[in-house]
């Protein structure tokens, strides 16, 4: 083990103090009305996302001063030579918190090279006068808890019998119709497909069974990298939409249950090659250093 290895189970634990410290912020505002900025037309950011963020950091932070962090709001910071990158979420779902549609959730995640190694994802739900969290959390190595009962990932084999969930992000370019067109065959062929809006809590959801398969291009090492761990160590398994290995700056990702990962490709695989063929960038979006 190299000289600065920590613990995974230390590492756990700072995730979930971190996000537990996030969640509490988000708590609050939950009945106030929202301060809300732009960063693109459609595109929010809350102050609340900006609080969290603040609140998630300085947990990091003060645990461990020479580790990299990285922040949807606030970029990277501390040292990027270290072992570690943390991939923070400070509110996953934005457009659904702003709204007060019960599907965000605060994302911290920490990242070995680029593979994602300890998580913690609070998910809140409910909705108004009914608000509930629930909190997943994984290392590598050890089952994935909900609320530290162990969860697993569904037994369904076809995706005829299944449920699945997409997302679609804030830039509409040429991978963004390529899903809507994925988007339209796989609700004709599967029980469903969801569009939730928050990364992180579809990939808890498929850790938990509820979801069969998740798939979505374009997505930063902030959505994914808790739910990664969180639904491999689950029993999920995760490539890039073109069946590569994953990694947490790829630009695509299918998440299934493991039993539907061959047939899923199957749809998924020559829409993403077809996209790379007519020069559409799906390059790893952050190169660690
Ligand atoms: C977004 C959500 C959404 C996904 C987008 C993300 P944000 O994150 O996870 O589900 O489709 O790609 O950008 O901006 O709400 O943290
Ligand atoms: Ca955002
Ligand atoms: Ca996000
Ligand atoms: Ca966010």
């Known amino acids: 083990a190299s000289a600065d290895a920590v613990a995974l189970g230390e590492l756990l634990a700072v995730a979930e103090e971190a996000a537990a410290k996030g969640a509490e912020v988000v708590r609050e505002a939950l009945d106030k009305p929202r301060r809300i900025s732009f960063k ?12 969290s963020e603040d609140a998630v950091l300085a947990v990091l932070r003060r645990h461990y001063p020479r580790h990299a962090l990285l922040g949807e709001e ?6 990027t030579d270290s072992t570690y990158l943390w991939c923070v979420d400070p509110l996953d779902g934005t457009t659904n918190f702003a709204h007060a549609y019960p599907a965000f959730a605060v994302s911290v995640g920490v990242v070995r090279g680029s593979t994602p190694v300890a998580g913690c994802v609070v998910e809140f739900a409910g909705g108004p006068h009914a608000w509930v969290t629930r909190t997943f959390s994984a290392h590598t190595g050890r089952p994935t808890t909900c609320n530290g009962k162990p969860v697993r990932v569904s ?14 992000g804030y830039e509409h370019d040429e991978a963004w119709s390529a899903n ?6 796989y609700t004709d062929v599967a029980q469903g497909v ?6 992180a809590i579809d990939l808890c959801h498929l850790s938990m069974g509820i979801v069969d398969a998740y798939w979505e291009y374009r997505l930063k ?9 969180i639904a491999q160590e689950a029993g999920a398994t995760v490539t890039t939409m073109d069946g590569r290995p994953f990694s947490v700056f790829e630009r695509s990702m299918l998440a299934t249950n493991t039993r539907l990962h061959p047939e899923m490709l199957a749809g998924t695989a020559p829409k993403t090659r077809r996209l790379l063929e007519e020069g559409v960038d799906l390059s790893p979006w952050f190169v660690p250093p």
């Open 194 to 199: 969801r569009r939730l809006g928050a990364a």
């Open 74 to 79: 606030g970029g990277v910071s501390g040292d």
């Open 155 to 168: 037994e369904v084999s076809e995706v005829r019998r299944s449920l699945l969930v997409t997302g679609f």
């Open 40 to 51: 693109g037309a459609t595109d929010l950011v809350t102050e609340t996302d900006k609080a």
């Open 180 to 185: 809507m067109e994925l988007f339209k065959e």
């Open 221 to 229: 090492p902030w959505d994914m990298a808790a739910g990664i761990v």
